[in-house]
């Protein structure tokens, strides 16, 4: 139990392209679910939380107009970059969580490669 | 302080012994405590999830939870070389938004 899909895996793209990544729960209904960012060796970076029906909240630094969040339903929230540049490349991992004190379950992550 | 804080550098077992890792955390309010691991290259897999003091097993992974000392710890028992990966300790958030607080991490290499 408790899958999250992530689509696309893996993205090439040019500059100045936008890119949508899909992340649902398969088998569970997710209050919030969680976009992350990752670069290469480093820890796991939080960008932003969403929950159906509401904004999203993003972390400080990251430009909700940049990154696009989407959570329209308790199964699916996509993330959209947008006008993506070289310096967005990298790691974006969505995680769904089935409430309060439940833990996350990730998605197998979409590498982002922006030439 | 950081929230969530591992603190042993990479460490290597060899094949069949116990690795042994270790979280501190700083919020005493924290309720629910996890263990991912993570192979390179990949996202995180939830192994272990721990709510209650002391240990709690599952195949050869056993987790520890004390709250009053504020450590979870996570025993790898018989090592195998497939269980080279990061570990990342994570900690729910006490204020109900369903956020987690994650360690940077613990890098395992299990040598045959």
């Known amino acids: 139990g408790a899958v999250v899909s992530q689509h696309p895996s893996r993205v090439i793209c040019k500059s100045g392209t936008s890119v949508k990544i899909e992340c649902r729960s398969l088998?569970?209904?997710?209050?919030?679910m969680f976009w992350y960012r990752q670069f290469p060796k480093q820890s796991l970076m939080l960008m932003a939380t969403?929950?159906?029906?509401?904004?999203?909240?993003?972390e400080q630094g990251v430009e909700k107009d940049k990154f696009l969040i989407n959570h329209a339903s308790l199964t699916l929230s996509t993330l959209t970059v947008t006008s993506a540049h070289p310096e967005d490349s990298s790691f974006y991992i969505c995680?769904?969580?089935?409430?309060?004190?439940?833990?996350?379950?990730f998605g197998d992550g979409t590498r982002l490669s922006i030439l | 302080q950081k929230e969530v804080e591992q603190n042993s550098g990479p460490l290597s077992v060899p094949e069949g012994a116990i690795a042994s890792l270790n979280c501190t955390y700083s919020?005493?309010?924290?309720?629910?405590f996890f263990w991912y691991r993570q192979y390179s290259g990949k996202s995180p897999e939830l192994i272990m999830s721990?709510?209650?003091?002391g240990d709690k097993e599952d195949g050869r992974f056993t987790a520890q939870l004390n709250k009053a000392s504020q450590y979870v710890s996570l025993l790898i028992r018989d090592s195998q070389p497939s269980d080279s990966a990061t570990y990342l300790c994570?900690?729910?958030?006490?204020?109900?938004?369903?956020?987690?607080?994650f360690g940077k991490g613990n890098q395992v290499v299990v040598i045959p």
């Open positions: 995680s769904a969580s089935a409430g309060r004190n439940q833990p996350q379950h």
């Open positions: 088998d569970f209904q997710a209050t919030t």
């Open positions: 969403s929950n159906e029906g509401s904004k999203a909240t993003y």
């Open positions: 919020d005493r309010v924290s309720q629910s």
């Open positions: 721990i709510y209650s003091n």
């Open positions: 994570a900690v729910g958030s006490p204020g109900g938004n369903n956020r987690l607080a």
